[in-house]
Every structure is written in structure tokens, then in C-alpha cells.
């Protein structure tokens, strides 16, 4: 069995009682350096940095562990690694469990006091989109970055349009 845990924007806080039962028996761990870190020192025991989905797929198939997690950022349904990690585990015919995390479109509302319900979503998260034109849609615009598209793209797209003057928050 190997368990896919969501952490959100990166932080233990930001994990699930499930996700956090299944770490805190887990004989193997592995996933980015700083989500590794993220999580308290005496959750599982081995711990191994691996990112890359054959790189996590190779850890796997040579760990003589049973309970193995691996922790991902951001949404494990649509934005990490976790659906290419599920695929490649499946072919291989490894049961897979997934347990979200807070994620990190959520975590970013809370901070800023606002209902995620209340904002217009759009995904720059290794997508090319058109940012000039998700934010003249009038409503407020939460936008999942990654790849080439980085909160300063955004900025500079948007200045670029003459629309120096929004407000943002990354």
C-alpha cells in the first residue's frame, strides 16, 4: 500500500487527521526536502527526498517497507505530481490511497479572510493563460501558478496592460 498525502501549501498544518495518521505510521516517507522538513520529527521513520515521479517509483519499488507515504503540495486531484505518481503506481500494480490536504487555494483564502467560494479560480500551473484577460473579468482572481507562469509574470503581464495599479497578494 502506498498512501499520497496532500500538504496544501507546504505545511504540516495544512494536513489532514487521516493524512497525519498515515504519516505517523509510516515506515517510509518521501517527497520534496521542504515538505520533508515541514513535517514534525517524530512522524514515520525513513524519510527520502524524491520529486520526480520515476524517482519516486524507483524509491518504492526498492523499499522493503510496507507502509510507504509519499507528500505532495498543492491539490492531490489537479495540481502536483500526485496524478502522474497514481498512474505509474497503478500500472505497476501497487494499491494506491490518496488523502488531501487543506489545499492551498483554501489556506490562501483564510489568509486573506475570504471565502474561496467568492473568487474566480484559474490555473497558470504549467498552463500558458491569459492573464490580462481572467483579470478584466471583473471578479476577484485567485491564480495557481507553476512552470513558466510565476506570480512576477503575472506582474508584469498586467503592468505591460496598463493595469499597474491591481492589487495582489502572493
Known amino acids: 500500500?502506498?498512501?499520497?498525502?496532500?500538504?496544501?501549501?507546504?505545511?504540516?498544518?495544512?494536513?489532514?487527521?487521516?493524512?497525519?495518521?498515515?504519516?505517523?505510521?509510516?515506515?517510509?516517507?518521501?517527497?520534496?526536502?521542504?515538505?520533508?522538513?515541514a513535517l514534525p520529527p517524530h512522524f514515520g521513520g525513513l524519510r527520502l527526498e524524491a520529486v520526480a515521479p520515476q524517482a519516486i517509483l524507483r524509491l518504492i519499488e526498492e523499499a522493503p517497507q510496507e507502509k510507504i507515504c509519499v507528500v505532495f503540495s498543492g491539490d492531490t486531484g489537479f495540481y502536483s505530481g500526485a496524478k502522474k505518481?497514481?498512474?505509474?503506481?497503478?500500472?505497476?500494480?501497487?494499491?494506491?490511497?490518496?488523502?488531501c490536504g487543506v489545499s492551498t487555494v483554501q489556506y490562501l483564502a483564510a489568509q486573506l479572510g475570504r471565502s474561496w467560494q467568492d473568487v474566480r479560480l484559474v490555473s497558470a500551473h504549467g498552463v500558458d493563460c491569459d492573464v490580462v484577460g481572467q483579470v478584466l473579468c471583473g471578479e476577484e482572481t485567485f491564480f495557481l501558478t507553476g512552470g513558466d507562469i510565476t506570480p512576477q509574470t503575472i506582474i508584469h503581464r498586467l503592468c505591460a496592460a496598463g493595469l499597474g495599479g491591481a492589487q495582489g497578494t502572493v
Open 1 to 37: 500500500m502506498v498512501t499520497l498525502i496532500g500538504m496544501g501549501a507546504g505545511l504540516s498544518g495544512s494536513l489532514t487527521a487521516e493524512g497525519l495518521a498515515a504519516l505517523q505510521q509510516a515506515d517510509l516517507i518521501l517527497g520534496a526536502r521542504r515538505l520533508l522538513e
Open 85 to 99: 505518481v497514481t498512474a505509474l503506481l497503478q500500472e505497476k500494480g501497487y494499491e494506491v490511497k490518496i488523502h
